[in-house]
């Protein structure tokens, strides 16, 4: 089993940046791709950004350009930089992990409120 814990999430004015982190833990050498979700209030969770095993990256539209994902494998330790935050991007946000057994991990999400 695979075990994910963010951080990383806070209050910022709108134009501002925050980093997201997801520490995984577990069964390290199955996890494949690895992103990004959040959920707003009243909203549907949606994908944000994510990443493969080998570092190929995907971003949603709304965020592509502002926000960075990328992970160190040898700290076993996931990133989003959110750069130009924007009161939209108010959200619960959820670090993800996908097993090569195509078993998904969810973490336990960090708040992120943008300020306007």
């Known amino acids: 089993q695979v075990q994910l814990v963010e951080s990383g999430g806070g209050l910022v004015q709108a134009g501002g940046s925050l980093r997201l982190s997801c520490a995984a833990s577990?069964?390290?050498?199955?996890?494949?791709?690895m992103g990004w979700y959040r959920q707003a209030p009243g909203k549907q969770r949606e994908l944000v950004a994510g990443?493969?095993?080998?570092?190929?990256?995907n971003y949603a539209d709304s965020v592509l350009g502002r926000f960075t994902i990328s992970r160190d494998n040898a700290k076993n330790t996931l990133y989003l930089q959110m750069n130009s935050l924007k009161p939209e991007d108010t959200a619960v946000y959820y670090c993800?992990?996908?097993?090569?057994?195509?078993?998904?991990?969810w973490g336990q999400g960090t708040q992120v409120t943008v300020s306007s």
């Open positions: 993800v992990a996908d097993s090569i057994f195509r078993v998904r991990t």
């Open positions: 577990g069964s390290i050498s199955s996890i494949n791709t």
């Open positions: 990443i493969t095993r080998g570092g190929s990256t």
